[in-house]
């Protein structure tokens, strides 16, 4: 007998599913969770999801998650094998696991839609529910918003740079995972992406599909036209990989399968994913033109970042598209965000930390963005209850435990806020070098009062801040 039968789990791939998000945490937030239970600390409270310091190459971040975070709220329900597995840990009481088998989230949530470029200090989302319903939901809550923020935040720089051009999404075989390969796929839609090759998050997610062949079916047949001949037959208004031996005679086999099936050639493009991919594509341009091949366009991969897009257009390549694999889908210069899940409420009053480099904001808030003349000039952070300058972002988008749209919003109702917000972002902001002067978010008056009000109740006169 295995392992896995001796434990009674399930045999094929493992995912997440909806019965485990219960579990989908640390330790120590049951042990908590039980520490609240016996000391009958249930009542309101709220957590507030900010980023503390935005990554050196980042101007502005883009919130992304918010709908896979909700579905995970909706879903939390300790079933009879989740509670049989806490069952067998020596840290838990009986009557605690009768507790939690009518455990729901009941909270509010209050977010800045999915799309909206944010700053470091503002919330990204606030939960608002008895406190240890706020404290268990901090794991999942974390890493749905993480993961896809950071690839929407990775994606719109990618999308900035291609300055107009088609982006394909070709990151999914080196992500880590499969959660994330789906996740971020619908994250880069979002800020901007135009396809994915990955077909299960075109069926969940609808985000549209994109593809073209790999180096193993033209190596599998005897030379590189017969492949050539074979695939567009199937798929005639395909786009052809042609750098499996020698870039330049894949571009002129296209010209000799064009002069082969003359009217009936609809070819799209040939795609160009090794070498100096510049002076290939200028090279390769001249060839289809020469041939009157002018429609045929030429679509570049093979390492690319944001940087490189940029470089290649600068210096006048004739690219019509990209697709953007590892470098994005991991985001490799910045993978990970100073992220936090802090109580800044309970009970009515204001709680914060005081730790070196990890102070607070107390108190729920709200962001207020003010656009003139269609163009950022300011973000005052203020208290959820005060009417600020411009505009509120964070909305209520969970009531009682469920989501004020049942269905959430859809991508491209989230693409358009991408591509308007970040067109009212000043120029320097939409740089892909570090802005200056950096942008910075103002604290309202009344949450500067409320920041001195509670470090004097926590930590006397002494320690208020400035």
Same mark, same amino acid.
């Given at each position: 007998?295995?392992?896995?039968?001796?434990?009674?789990?399930? %045999?094929?791939?493992?995912?997440?599913?909806?019965?485990?998000?219960?579990?989908?945490?640390?330790?120590?937030?049951?042990?908590? !969770?039980?520490?609240?239970? +016996?000391?009958?600390?249930?009542? /309101?409270?709220?957590?507030?999801?900010?980023?503390?310091?935005? /990554?050196?190459?980042?101007?502005?971040?883009?919130?992304?998650?918010?709908?896979?975070?909700?579905?995970?709220?909706?879903?939390?329900?300790?079933?009879?094998?989740?509670?049989?597995?806490?069952?067998?840990?020596?840290?838990?009481?009986?009557?605690?696991?009768?507790?939690?088998?009518?455990? +729901?989230? &009941?909270?509010?949530?209050? =977010?800045?839609?999915?799309?909206?470029?944010?700053?470091?200090?503002? /919330?990204?989302?606030?939960?608002?529910?008895?406190?240890?319903?706020?404290?268990?939901?901090?794991?999942?809550?974390?890493?749905?918003?993480?993961?896809?923020?950071?690839?929407?935040?990775?994606?719109?720089?990618? %999308?900035?740079?291609?300055?107009?051009?088609?982006?394909?999404?070709?990151?999914?075989?080196?992500?880590?995972?499969?959660?994330?390969?789906?996740? %971020?796929?619908?994250?880069?839609?979002?800020?901007?992406?135009? =396809?994915?090759?990955?077909?299960?998050?075109?069926?969940?997610?609808?985000?549209?599909?994109?593809?073209?062949?790999? *180096?193993?079916?033209?190596?599998?047949?005897?030379?590189?036209?017969?492949?050539?001949?074979?695939?567009?037959?199937?798929?005639?208004?395909?786009?052809?990989?042609?750098?499996?031996?020698?870039? !330049?005679?894949?571009?002129?086999?296209?010209?000799?399968?064009? +002069?082969? !099936?003359?009217?009936?050639?609809?070819?799209?493009?040939?795609?160009?994913?090794?070498?100096?991919?510049?002076?290939?594509?200028?090279?390769?341009?001249?060839?289809? @033109? @020469?041939?009157?091949?002018?429609?045929?366009?030429?679509?570049?991969?093979?390492?690319?970042?944001? *940087?490189?897009?940029?470089?290649?257009?600068?210096?006048?390549?004739?690219?019509?598209?990209?697709?953007?694999?590892?470098?994005?889908?991991?985001?490799? @210069?910045?993978?990970?965000? @100073?992220?936090?899940?802090?109580?800044?409420?309970?009970?009515?009053?204001?709680?914060?930390?005081?730790? %070196?480099?990890?102070?607070?904001?107390?108190?729920?808030?709200?962001?207020?963005?003010?656009?003139?003349?269609?163009?950022?000039?300011?973000?005052?952070?203020? !208290?959820? &209850?005060?009417?600020?300058?411009?505009?509120?972002?964070?909305?209520?988008?969970?009531?009682?435990?469920?989501?004020?749209?049942? *269905?959430?919003? &859809? &991508?491209?109702?989230?693409?358009?806020?991408?591509?308007?917000?970040?067109?009212?972002?000043? =120029?320097?902001?939409?740089?892909?070098?570090?802005?200056?002067? /950096?942008?910075?978010?103002?604290?309202?008056?009344?949450?500067?009062?409320? +920041?001195?009000?509670?470090?004097?109740?926590?930590?006397?006169?002494?320690?208020?801040?400035?």
């Amino acid at each position: 007998m295995s392992v896995d039968d001796a434990l009674d789990l399930p %045999t094929g791939p493992r995912f997440v599913a909806a019965g485990d998000v219960s579990l989908f945490t640390d330790l120590y937030e049951l042990t908590m !969770l039980q520490a609240y239970w +016996r000391q009958g600390m249930l009542g /309101p409270a709220v957590f507030s999801l900010f980023v503390r310091r935005l /990554p050196e190459k980042r101007n502005f971040l883009l919130a992304a998650g918010l709908d896979d975070a909700l579905a995970c709220l909706e879903a939390i329900r300790f079933e009879d094998d989740t509670l049989a597995f806490l069952a067998g840990r020596p840290e838990f009481e009986s009557a605690f696991l009768d507790w939690l088998a009518r455990f +729901r989230f &009941t909270g509010e949530v209050r =977010a800045l839609p999915e799309g909206t470029p944010f700053f470091a200090d503002e /919330p990204i989302l606030e939960v608002v529910a008895p406190l240890p319903e706020a404290q268990l939901v901090e794991t999942v809550v974390m890493n749905q918003i993480h993961l896809q923020t950071v690839a929407a935040s990775k994606a719109v720089r990618v %999308t900035l740079a291609a300055a107009g051009r088609t982006v394909v999404d070709f990151g999914m075989r080196r992500m880590h995972g499969v959660d994330a390969a789906l996740k %971020t796929a619908r994250a880069f839609h979002i800020a901007g992406l135009d =396809a994915t090759s990955n077909v299960l998050a075109a069926r969940v997610y609808h985000v549209p599909l994109a593809g073209t062949l790999a *180096h193993s079916y033209i190596q599998a047949h005897d030379d590189e036209l017969a492949a050539f001949r074979a695939f567009s037959a199937l798929y005639p208004e395909t786009i052809l990989l042609v750098d499996t031996y020698d870039t !330049l005679s894949g571009v002129r086999n296209v010209v000799r399968l064009a +002069r082969e !099936l003359g009217h009936a050639f609809r070819i799209r493009g040939v795609r160009l994913d090794s070498g100096d991919l510049g002076a290939l594509a200028v090279q390769a341009r001249r060839v289809l @033109d @020469d041939a009157g091949l002018q429609q045929v366009m030429i679509f570049a991969s093979g390492g690319l970042d944001e *940087h490189e897009i940029a470089r290649l257009i600068e210096r006048g390549a004739p690219i019509d598209a990209f697709g953007v694999g590892t470098s994005m889908g991991v985001s490799a @210069d910045a993978p990970s965000l @100073d992220i936090a899940y802090k109580l800044v409420e309970y009970e009515g009053r204001g709680r914060m930390k005081l730790s %070196t480099g990890k102070r607070l904001l107390p108190g729920a808030k709200q962001v207020f963005r003010v656009i003139e003349k269609g163009e950022l000039v300011k973000d005052v952070l203020g !208290l959820w &209850t005060e009417r600020g300058p411009g505009e509120p972002l964070l909305q209520v988008v969970m009531r009682d435990g469920k989501r004020v749209s049942e *269905h959430g919003e &859809t &991508t491209d109702l989230c693409r358009s806020r991408v591509a308007r917000e970040v067109a009212a972002l000043p =120029a320097r902001l939409r740089s892909l070098a570090p802005a200056s002067p /950096p942008f910075t978010v103002e604290l309202s008056e009344a949450l500067r009062r409320e +920041r001195a009000a509670t470090e004097r109740r926590i930590a006397g006169p002494a320690a208020v801040s400035p």
